[in-house]
């Protein structure tokens, strides 16, 4: 099973909004990550967990915080967004970082 | 810096006709590569990757791919087209990014459009 679970599939928020995206797998995979993907654009990385730490941040901006509570789930909590924020967020796993990355159908965040 | 190129933006095929989807790359080192395929509105699915070993890759939904070093080229393949294979084709390669974590570098991306 190569099964990725993202929640939700939409939301809607505006600027003064707190939010949260969650991610969850099942597959003993110890890295995970979190893309934001503009249309017909190639995911663009944000952030990446290896064993529960946060071990890359791609100068991503502070309303954006990621939160790994165990090896299975992956948030991303979101505060004050702006509208240029609005895009798909995906969020992903893999073995260890270093093989395949298997991705979650994304939350589509439209920030009004 | 690893980077990966995909030279058209759009590719139009008739169904049962073979297609390409072309890809390049530039790495220090080996090169891990992958392709990705996303549906409208969707997360990207796995087809196919390249480590090491032989250079024709099989994948999913009868997907291949030619990995070329002499041309560093990663073309993605199938021998007949169907409709439904019409979606946004990424290749992507695998680059180190310190501490122990890799992360991916995605072409733009190639938008395969099957005509019945």
């Known amino acids: 099973d190569t099964e990725v679970t993202q929640t939700p599939k939409h939301l809607v928020m505006g600027m003064t909004n707190k939010k949260s995206l969650k991610c969850e797998q099942h597959?003993?995979?110890?890295?995970m990550y979190w893309y934001k993907q503009k249309a017909k654009k190639p995911p663009e990385l944000m952030f990446v967990?290896?064993?529960?730490?946060?071990?890359i941040n791609e100068s991503v901006p502070s309303r954006f915080s990621p939160e790994c509570p165990n090896s299975s789930l992956l948030n991303l909590h979101l505060h004050a967004l702006q509208p240029e924020d609005s895009a798909l967020y995906l969020c992903a796993s893999s073995q260890a970082g270093t093989e395949t990355q298997y991705f979650g159908p994304g939350t589509r965040l439209l920030v009004l | 810096a690893q980077s990966v190129a995909q030279p058209e933006d759009q590719v139009n095929v008739a169904e049962g006709n073979p297609l390409t989807v072309k890809c390049t790359y530039s790495v220090s080192g080996n090169p891990y590569l992958f392709w990705y395929v996303q549906y409208p509105n969707r997360g990207l699915q796995f087809l196919l990757k390249?480590?090491?070993?032989?250079?024709l890759v099989k994948g999913s939904y009868g997907f291949e791919a030619e990995f070329n070093k002499s041309q560093t080229s990663f073309h993605l393949k199938k021998p007949s087209a169907l409709v439904s294979d019409s979606a946004l084709y990424f290749c992507?390669?695998?680059?180190?990014?310190?501490?122990?974590?890799?992360?991916?570098?995605f072409g733009k991306g190639t938008k395969l459009s099957v005509i019945p």
């Open positions: 390249y480590i090491t070993g032989d250079n």
């Open positions: 967990y290896s064993y529960e730490k946060l071990s």
């Open positions: 597959m003993g995979h110890r890295a």
């Open positions: 992507a390669v695998r680059a180190y990014s310190g501490a122990g974590s890799y992360q991916l570098t």
